[in-house]
């Protein structure tokens, strides 16, 4: 089985929210106690954030679910219930997160990048806070909040200074364990390599290093998804130097002129700019064409990994160019970009002929009461949505006197003008006609 992933699917569920109490005060020699039902705790969040100590996925795939704690719910004598534990999800730098329909939603680029996955819950509201002068003793509360709950898929794209690129079985794993501490399966058969490898390379007399990836071996048409090039091409996107590996022997009868030709046409189609980025063209397997080294005229570097020869030499102009890359960047943004903001707006979605659906958390909110059956809380429910706005809503979705209007639980029958209406101002005495339209769905 293999040990790297570089695409999952992540299921965030944040913490649903605690209910509010309803509850009144109950002591010896306290007459007629008003209400002091607590309200409930917020549901937790559901965070992501890029960590170094992630190198792969593999978390993921076969156990994508990840949930953060509820609310506790309020008591009486206005006790609050606890607030549910956040939860951070740590993914490996490199991490770009999608929805279904596959629009960027963030990138963690950077180390401790934090993204908010799943906002937890708002609990609900006791008794006690809808003590007024006109409602003297409130029978209802707010039924906690649920929390978001939503599909990622999850893309990593390896972040590394170097990126090795070439035909299959030019000498890339070789290359990599012997400048490296890693130990990719070298064989000599094409495709041995079936997932990147990284490896970090110190520089000889200094404390500095560099972080090379071998990525798995490109054909001819892997810019179309040949070969699983997508799969592969990916990891080079963030590379800051191409180290562009050809083979001088010539191995499955291609001559490294083609070889180079092949490999930069296919880094253009896959992404142009890639072109543009610092690169080093160097000969593997020199020792097995001896003097015919000198009439390639392809290669920056001609080296062979199973003798040693130039090696040296290669380590330090890749760290030239890494360092010159790393000086030319631009820097680090604080926090990552979130590419669509949690909406909050109210939106009308006609369901058929007559019949409409308000939308969006405001208005779910609104109507989050326990009982929708107690006058006293339509009266909340209704106050509510108008002050969202609701009949400028629904008007603009083209709503009309008498159409079934749905939120959450709560269905009524809407009409826009006169005193009949049902979210009009005027429509505030408990024995209004519009009253009577209004009942839960």
Known sequence: MSGFVDGAQLHAKAG????????????????RGGPDGGSGGDGGDVWVVASR????????????????????????????????????????????????????LCDLTAEGDRWLAARGGRGGRGNSTFLSNRRRAPSFGEQGERGEERWLALELKLVADVAIVGFPNVGKSTLISTISAAKPKVADYPFTTLEPHLGVVTIPGGDSHFVVADIPGLVEGAAEGKGLGHEFLRHIERARVLLVLVDLAGGGGVDPDTQLRVLLAELGRYQPDLLDRPRLVVGSKADLVGDRVADTGSTDLDISAATGVGLGELVGRLAVLVDTARAAEQPARPAVVVHRPFGEQVEAVRLGPGVFELVGRSAERAVALSDLTDDQALDVVLGRLRRLGVDRVLARAGARDGDEVRVGELSFTWYREGPDGALDPAAQGTDTPGRRRRGPG
């Open 16 to 31: 649903d929210g605690g209910a509010g109490a309803v509850s009144f005060r109950r002591e010896a020699h306290v007459d």
């Open 53 to 104: 100590n992630q190198a792969s996925l593999i978390g993921f795939r076969d156990h994508p679910h990840r949930r953060a704690g509820d609310g506790a719910h309020g008591a009486s004598k206005r006790k609050t219930g606890a607030s549910g534990a956040d939860l951070e999800v740590p993914l490996p730098v490199g991490t770009v997160i999608r929805d279904r329909g596959g629009e960027v």
